[in-house]
């Protein structure tokens, strides 16, 4: 549990976000043990009791391992008020590191998942409250306060396998496939080029138009009668 505090306060002071509320703070290791259960069979990184609060995903333990780890100066703190609201504010001191995301084993992108979100609702905790509440599965079947959130695999979508890196030494084999996607590149330029030509000369030719001229190649030849002018000259 220590470690995952860490790691979340540790990805705050990462993303230039140098404190968090005892609120974001809870969120976000529950964001962090969703997205450890994604590829752990639904085991979490903290290890704590969630369930169901008036505000979401809470947990008791979590809490009051927060203020173990602050009596013990694990972690750093400070009381402040807002209004009619007091809050506390903790971080991490340039001498204290927590772990890396990555440690966890979170993969790049889960990693990226986790950052981005914190920096788009560092400063909007109503924002964090609406996704952690309403787009994280263990919070899809809980209905009422005190139900446990369930963070088994089923609750999430099958994740892609990996895609592999192939590592060709053969220099003969390398320079063949330069060679294959320079002709590739020559002939979509070609067609490019082509396409472009093409639609700059191509005249243009309306409906209109076209009916205009198969009307035209249809008439017959007039000849037209003399035309008889009086001009009133004896």
């Known amino acids: ?27 976000y290791v529950y964001l962090l043990d969703c997205l450890y259960a994604e590829g752990h069979n639904g085991e979490t990184a903290s290890g704590a009791q969630w369930h169901l609060n008036h505000f979401g995903p809470f947990a008791v333990d979590l809490v009051e391992a927060i203020d173990t780890f602050e009596n013990q100066g694990v972690i750093q703190s400070r009381d402040g008020t807002a209004g009619n609201k007091d809050f506390k504010l903790y971080w991490l001191t340039d001498h204290t590191r927590g772990q890396r995301l990555s440690d966890f084993g979170l993969s790049g992108a889960q990693e990226h998942r986790f950052t981005s979100l914190l920096k788009k609702v560092a400063n909007d905790l109503s924002k964090l409250l609406d996704h952690v509440y309403f787009d994280t599965p263990p919070m899809a079947d809980a ?45 979509r330029r070609a067609r490019s080029n082509n396409a472009l ?36 000259i004896e």
Do not use: C
Not at 1 to 26: C, F, N
Not at 147 to 167: C, E, I, M, T, W
Not at 204 to 210: N, W
């Open 143 to 187: 209905r009422k306060v005190g139900d446990v959130l369930d963070f088994s695999p089923g609750k999430y979508p099958p994740q892609s396998a990996p895609r592999q890196h192939l590592h060709i030494k053969d220099p003969t084999k390398i320079f063949r496939l330069l060679e294959l996607n320079e002709k590739l590149k020559q002939k």
């Open 1 to 27: 549990m220590k470690s995952a505090i860490l790691a979340a306060l540790e990805a705050a002071k990462d993303a230039d976000v140098r404190t968090l509320t005892r609120t974001a703070l809870v969120k």
């Open 197 to 232: 030509a093409w639609a700059t000369h191509r005249p243009i030719y309306d409906a209109a138009y076209k009916e205009a001229m198969a009307a035209a190649d249809a008439e017959t030849d007039v000849v037209s009668e003399p035309i008889t002018v009086d001009l009133g």
